[in-house]
């Protein structure tokens, strides 16, 4: 049999990384990222690691674990949108919002759940932030359907005002897939098991007025957008992790609290 490669079968300890037979304690590769990060642990679930400890970032498929894990590398990236999964904090248009209501791609029961109203209309949250123009944004959040009487299906997600009007996509939640796209540069839909989704959305921004953000919307049909809806109290979803990075590709989930966070490169040399 071929000797194992450090590229296939990786080990890590703390800023180590090592192959599978190491010849001595000093390690392969030294490691570096001075701050701290998340990744997929061996469960399927979303942890956080200390800064300068390494990732292995195990591959989810159909929402399961399958495969052997890699070393996670990424480049630096910010998070700009605060309180990512706080979206009591966030700015409300015929909806309400609570904490706590579902267990979350981390394991615990710190999800969100936006509620319907009864009054009719376009019923969204959203969050206002400022971009530059011509520079790309994504955007991306973990969504799952609610448990409402309602059983709400689809859903928007898509940029606000500093963009091209309606750049987004409309989400089955039933199903995990997209069902319509409209004025984006990338689009998609990765299933994290559990009936959790994490959709995301790529766009070139051409302005820097308010309300730039991400907007979450209930929807009524499946091909496009629909803001004139008769409010239903029993229509909910989950939502949790929301991220809004200066990025043409989402990267993994950097939380947020009141302010924005950044997770810094990450290197390994030897």
Request: include cysteine; hydrophobic fraction near 30%.
């Amino acid at each position: 049999m071929a000797k194992p490669k450090l590229a296939l079968i990786p080990a890590t300890q703390g800023s180590k990384l090592y192959s599978v037979l190491p010849a001595d304690g000093v390690g392969d590769f030294t490691f570096s990222r001075n701050s701290a990060a998340t990744r997929i642990n061996k469960d399927g679930l979303i942890e956080t690691v200390a800064s300068g400890v390494s990732r292995l970032n195990y591959p989810l498929i159909d929402g399961v674990v399958n495969g052997c894990p890699s070393h996670l590398l990424e480049p630096q990236s910010t998070n700009i949108t605060p309180y990512s999964s706080d979206f009591t904090q966030w700015n409300s248009l015929r909806t309400t919002q609570s904490n706590n209501s579902s267990i979350s791609p981390d394991g615990t029961l710190n999800a969100g759940k936006i509620v319907m109203t009864s009054d009719s209309g376009d019923h969204s949250v959203y969050d206002v932030l400022s971009v530059t123009s011509g520079l790309n944004y994504t955007s991306s959040v973990f969504i799952k359907r609610g448990n409402g009487i309602a059983d709400w299906k689809y859903f928007q997600f898509r940029f606000g005002g500093g963009f091209l009007s309606d750049s987004g996509i409309v989400v089955d939640v039933h199903n995990g897939v997209i069902t319509h796209n409209n004025n984006l540069n990338d689009y998609g839909i990765d299933n994290y098991g559990n009936g959790w989704y994490r959709v995301y959305i790529t766009a070139t921004s051409n302005g820097s007025t308010g309300y730039s953000g991400s907007v979450i919307s209930f929807n009524e049909i499946p091909n496009g957008f629909d803001l004139n809806i008769v409010g239903n109290t029993n229509a909910d979803v989950y939502v949790w992790g929301s991220q809004f990075e200066q990025n043409s590709h989402k990267t993994s989930y950097i939380p947020t609290t009141s302010s924005a966070v950044t997770r810094v490169a990450e290197t390994a040399n030897g």
